[in-house]
């Protein structure tokens, strides 16, 4: 069972205040644990912002950073803990790039604007939050079998601010987990001494802090039935589709393409109708064999609004299912190219591929109940409302590359 948060709970110190920038629930599927020396992993990325809402600048402490919190369903804190002598570069080479690049650049413009700005009257502080700005960091929540127990890691992904907040780029960990439903916050602070003689001398523990984000909940799945797929989440199942598991690589050939099908089906198991929101909320996540994953970029060659198809309505035992426009092709100073159509005219791409193992999943990330959509007919602005909101990533499914 979902427990319900409440932005209530988003402690503010001063106008300056945390929050997670994603929907209430956030699923994970348990990776496989296996036996041998392949590596299971499950990585999805959450963004949290600190946010300046006074009038004034602020300052931040280089010594503190963020912490994660972890609640079991029954309100438990479990013991987080933090590596400090493990390279950082190990940690990320799993971690999926950050998206949006469209998005990163307007963030980036606007607040150089305003820096430019403020310049004359100042001199600059990397630790100075002005007025009205906020600070996003993107984070990666890493499920991976650590010595036979299943461990939550929360990695921040390296950024400027990691040279002036030195603990920003250490990897978090919570040990021993179990599936179910947990809450997940985050703290601005500094950690202290574990008082345990039996904690490793590489590991500190949390100690308390004043700035908080509110809960979302955390839910860690099993698949549905053995050797499935499958994920479900309070009746909602997710499941990547890959019909062929060989596809062919193109001629080495410029404008020579290879359509490919890789899509995703959702099946509502609830008593309702369920309205899920597919404008550009698939995100794609492609691995290789070793775990390694896949440089992803973002491109757009137009435009397109949504439209009421984006919208689908589930009825109750009925499913949904989406291949949206993805082809395989060759580029003069790559090997392979595989884009996926990500439905806002923009396009997501995978470069560097080669014959081989790949595996794939997508990411639905849904983060409002309503949307706004534009009737060509009538010219009208109509509002589509209660749509299924949150962050689910499906099983990675394993295809061939290979050539002709």
């Known amino acids: 069972m979902t427990i319900k948060s409440n932005d209530s709970n988003i402690f503010q110190v001063a106008g300056i205040h945390l929050r997670i920038w994603e929907s209430n629930l956030i699923v994970l599927p348990i990776p496989k644990n296996s036996s041998d020396s392949s590596i299971s992993v499950e990585i999805v990325e959450i963004e949290v912002y600190l946010i300046n809402n006074t009038l004034n600048p602020c300052h931040l402490n280089p010594n503190q950073t963020l912490i994660p919190e972890l609640l079991t369903s029954d309100g438990q804190a479990l013991q987080g803990q933090i590596t400090l002598d493990e390279p950082v570069d190990k940690l990320q080479s799993n971690i999926p790039p950050q998206s949006g690049f469209g998005i990163w650049l307007t963030q980036f413009v606007s607040n150089f604007a ?37 461990q939550l890691q929360v990695i921040n992904s390296p950024n400027s601010l990691s040279k002036i907040f030195r603990f920003l780029d250490k990897s978090w960990f919570f040990n021993i987990l179990q599936p179910g439903a947990y809450q997940l916050r985050f703290m601005w602070g500094s950690y202290g001494e574990s008082e345990s003689s039996s904690d490793p001398p590489t590991e500190k523990t949390v100690s308390a802090v004043q700035l908080v984000t509110q809960f979302v909940n955390l839910h860690l799945i099993e698949p549905v039935e ?149 009737d060509r007919t009538s010219m009208n602005t109509n509002l589509i409302e209660n749509l299924w909101i949150g962050k689910v990533s499906t099983y990675f499914v394993e295809f061939c590359l290979v050539e002709q």
């Open 114 to 150: 305003q820096w430019l700005k403020r310049y004359e009257t100042r001199v600059f502080d990397p630790r100075l939050i002005d007025s009205g700005l906020h600070i996003p960091f993107t984070l990666a929540l890493r499920l991976i079998w650590q010595n036979n127990h299943l």
């Open 226 to 374: 053995v050797d499935n797929n499958a994920v479900e989440v309070e009746g909602i199942r997710f499941e990547t589709l890959v019909p062929e598991r060989v596809l062919t690589l193109p001629e080495k050939k410029r404008r020579v393409v290879t359509r490919v099908q890789l899509g995703i089906c959702i099946t509502n198991n609830t008593p309702e109708p369920v309205r899920f929101n597919l404008f550009n909320t698939l995100i794609p996540q492609l691995v290789e064999v070793d775990g390694q994953v896949c440089l992803r970029g973002y491109f757009r060659r137009g435009t397109k609004r949504p439209s009421e198809s984006d919208f689908p309505l589930v009825m109750p035992g009925e499913s949904f299912t989406l291949f949206p426009y993805a082809e395989l092709s060759w580029r003069k100073l790559d090997p392979f190219t595989l884009i996926i159509e990500a439905s806002d005219g923009g396009y997501w791409d995978f470069d560097g591929l080669k014959a081989g193992i790949y595996q794939i999943q997508f990411v639905y990330n849904n983060k409002c109940t309503t949307q706004e959509i534009y």
